[in-house]
T-cell receptor
Framework: NAGVTQTPKFQVLKTGQSMTLQCAQD?????MSWYRQDPGMGLRLIHY???????DQGEVPNGYNVSRSTTEDFPLRLLSAAPSQTSVYFC??????????????FGPGTRLTVL | GQQVMQIPQYQHVQEGEDFTTYCNSS?????IQWYKQRPGGHPVFLIQ?????EVKKQKRLTFQFGEAKKNSSLHITATQTTDVGTYFC???????????FGAGTILRVKS
């Protein structure tokens, strides 16, 4: 199993550009999520999904869109990049058991810089 | 909004000293998870606590979940240089689907 994969590893954008961060998992996990990590602020939840076709907002959803057309993929779209979106982005997935969520498996992260 | 507070933000200890990080939620948690992140890496799951008052041990690490399911702690006995990293707590709010992370505690160990 590859686990959780993210592409690209690094990206530089200009203000106003759009792009999609890719995330895929091969563990058949129902729950997937996107976090951003900024110094001193931990990981903040952007969007999450409890299954294919279902997405919901996290703590900091503005400026980001997601979709979940398959169990495996959960792309994150930046609509119009801003310098405030410079961050490290992590995708994570987990399985559910008896209605409860379990350990999150994180991808290696995407380091995004917006100029 | 729902928050998970974690203290201290930073701890620098001598090798062999103990270390503790504390986590406090404004609302009741259904469970709490702990993660470790090495510099330049991604968070790696350590443990999950579910029951009120639960205590779990992993070698030199002791994890506790409070009776009210609003607070938790991670204690490391006799730190080693391999313990260096950032430790995060994260909790699912009761009846919720959002996993909310604390800001993390950065641990540095002097040898």
């Amino acid at each position: 199993n590859a686990g959780v994969t993210q592409t690209p590893k690094f990206q530089v954008l200009k203000t106003g550009q759009s792009m999609t961060l890719q995330c895929a998992q091969d563990m058949n996990h129902e729950y997937m999520s996107w976090y951003r990590q900024d110094p001193g602020m931990g990981l903040r939840l952007i969007h999450y999904s409890v299954g294919a076709g279902i997405t919901d907002q996290g703590e900091v959803p503005n400026g980001y869109n997601v979709s979940r057309s398959t169990t495996e993929d959960f792309p994150l779209r930046l609509l119009s990049a801003a310098p405030s979106q410079t961050s490290v982005y992590f995708c994570a997935s987990s399985y559910t058991h008896g209605g409860a969520y379990n350990e999150q498996f994180f991808g290696p992260g995407t380091r995004l810089t917006v100029l | 909004g729902q928050q998970v507070m974690q203290i201290p933000q930073y701890q620098h200890v001598q090798e062999g000293e103990d270390f503790t990080t504390y986590c406090n939620s404004s609302t009741t948690l259904s469970n709490i998870q702990w993660y470790k992140q090495r510099p330049g890496g991604h968070p790696v799951f350590l443990i999950q606590l579910v029951k009120s008052g639960e205590v779990k041990k992993q070698k030199r690490l002791t994890f506790q979940f409070g009776e009210a399911k609003k607070n938790s702690s991670l204690h490391i006995t006799a730190t080693q240089t391999t313990d260096v990293g950032t430790y995060f707590c994260a909790g699912f709010m009761e009846y919720g689907n959002k996993l909310v992370f604390g800001a993390g505690t950065i641990l540095r160990v002097k040898s």
